[in-house]
């Protein structure tokens, strides 16, 4: 982050107040002989990504001699001085599948550390707590913002909790027990929202769509299916193949049914580029944001984003909303809004008894897409498209790879390995090379025993990808 701690005008200001027309001035003591008018000799400016990895390679230059320790007479030899070159950066993944990794700048840790974050209370009491309801309250405009709902809670668990909740909300919208998932949900996800309404009883009912030639929903599948007793169709974009799919006729389909469009998303990154789901007419929006929150963390928290829309949607949000407000003194102030879990209100009308969240995941999330703006979203999103492309097109042209599906992509695409079997590729490809090339997806569905899950960020140098694609080269001949 770029120290910018006086405006133009504060400095005018302070020359003016000590009599000296100009910055230049200062410098007057200074003869005019000792003063440096060249350039210096500095290598380019790094980004804070390429500083911490340059940092990390000197780091590793660092190491512990065992004869410290021997008294004066011993020869240390230096924790410094041993001379080890190799570039051992460790493995390298191309890895998402619902969890991205991003550069996350050190003003995240720096300012979610503060002091007057670190509580384990929910911020019943306003009067003592407008920093953190301030806070949740900005998280709430951001992901209005990102999803084009009127309404967003104060987060959920993750991802698929919120994915489930979201199936909840709509049955009690409609009064309908069935819900038509898309084949490119993540399997997980799916996993997860069945866990959740295996106690509702018989009526209730999982369908899954048919997917069309270009890996996106088919529309035709859709409409047949839909019934009178259909509550929602759920559709992630990008997809857990990394497929974008074009939510405004799915949304049609299914409004002309008097069912919700249910729209996920576990790449938010991707809305920089994309249209807002909720303008593309998704009624529910939900998501997964810890990868613009923090590094993934196998079974480590997450921070579910949950957005809808409509006058009676708010009455049945899951989880809490922050509002503000002004005191008696016409001061603006945050105070909880609504609640209603059914320690808050009578359980008939609770909605869900989610009793809080990851507050800290939420935080940095909120931090991170305060610091980029719309402009500085817009322009990782970029980014990260152009690797994926590239990645991509060097990787479709290597012998015996295919490309699983046509459909336009983010930064996350999914292919066909030579030899069909893509979990072998990935040993040996992080064996022999150090390259975690993606993830197998045979994990999930046997059928898909010779695809690869390939994902790219903004993390990814250009020699990252190449490596990537030398990998990829030598472990499938």
Do not use: W
């Amino acid at each position: 982050m770029r120290d910018l701690p006086h405006t133009e005008q504060q400095i005018s200001a302070m020359l003016q107040a000590i009599g000296v027309p100009d910055l230049e001035a200062l410098f007057d003591v200074i003869p005019e002989a000792a003063r440096f008018r060249g350039t210096l000799d500095l290598p380019p400016a790094l980004s804070e990504p390429e500083l911490r990895r340059e940092l990390q390679r000197l780091g590793r230059r660092n190491t512990v001699s065992s004869t410290l320790g021997r008294g004066a007479s011993g020869a240390t030899g230096g924790a410094l001085g041993n001379q080890r070159e190799a570039d051992d950066e460790g493995p390298l993944p191309f890895i998402g599948a619902g969890l991205p990794r991003h550069a996350i700048p050190a003003a995240v840790d720096s300012l979610a550390a503060r002091g007057e974050f670190a509580t384990a209370y929910t911020p019943y009491q306003a009067e003592v707590s407008q920093g953190t309801l301030a806070a949740i309250f900005e998280f709430q405009t951001i992901v209005c913002e990102l999803f084009g709902s009127d309404y967003a809670n104060a987060s959920m668990y993750d991802g698929a909790s919120a994915a489930a909740e979201a199936l909840l909300m709509a049955r009690r919208l409609t009064g309908r027990p069935r819900a038509l998932i898309s084949a490119g949900i993540h399997p997980e996800y799916l996993q997860t929202c069945r866990s959740y309404l295996s106690g509702l009883g018989d009526d209730v009912a999982l369908e899954s769509l048919p997917s069309n030639a270009a890996g996106a929903t088919d529309l035709d599948g859709l409409q047949a299916r839909l019934a009178r007793d259909v509550a929602c169709v759920v559709i992630q974009t990008p997809s857990f193949f990394g497929v974008l799919e074009d939510l405004i006729p799915l949304a049609k389909a299914a409004h002309d049914h008097c069912a919700l469009l249910v729209a996920l998303c576990t790449e938010p990154l991707a809305l920089g580029l994309l249209q807002a789901p909720g303008r593309a007419g998704a009624d529910i929006v939900v998501g997964e944001g810890l990868g613009l929150a923090g590094p993934p963390s196998c079974g480590g928290p997450g921070v579910g984003l949950f957005g809808a829309s409509g006058a009676k949607a708010l009455r049945q949000l899951p989880g809490r909303l922050v509002g503000e407000t002004v005191d008696v003194h016409g001061r603006t102030g945050y105070v909880l809004t609504l609640s209603t879990r059914e320690q808050h209100i009578r359980r008939a009308k609770a909605t869900s008894n989610i009793c809080t969240n990851h507050g800290l995941i939420a935080l940095r999330f909120t931090i991170h897409l305060a610091l980029l703006g719309p402009q500085g979203l817009r322009r990782l999103a970029q980014l990260n498209l152009a690797k994926a492309v590239y990645a991509q097109r060097a990787i479709a042209a290597l012998p015996g790879f295919a490309m699983r599906f046509p459909a336009p992509f983010f930064n996350e695409f999914a292919v066909r390995v030579p030899g069909g079997d893509a979990a072998a590729l990935v040993a040996y490809a992080s064996d022999q090379h150090g390259v975690v090339p993606g993830v197998a997806l045979g994990a999930f569905d046997e059928r898909e025993r010779a695809t690869l899950l390939v994902g790219i960020s903004d993390l990814h140098r250009r020699q990252d990808i190449d490596r990537l694609v030398a990998a990829l080269r030598e472990a499938s001949r």
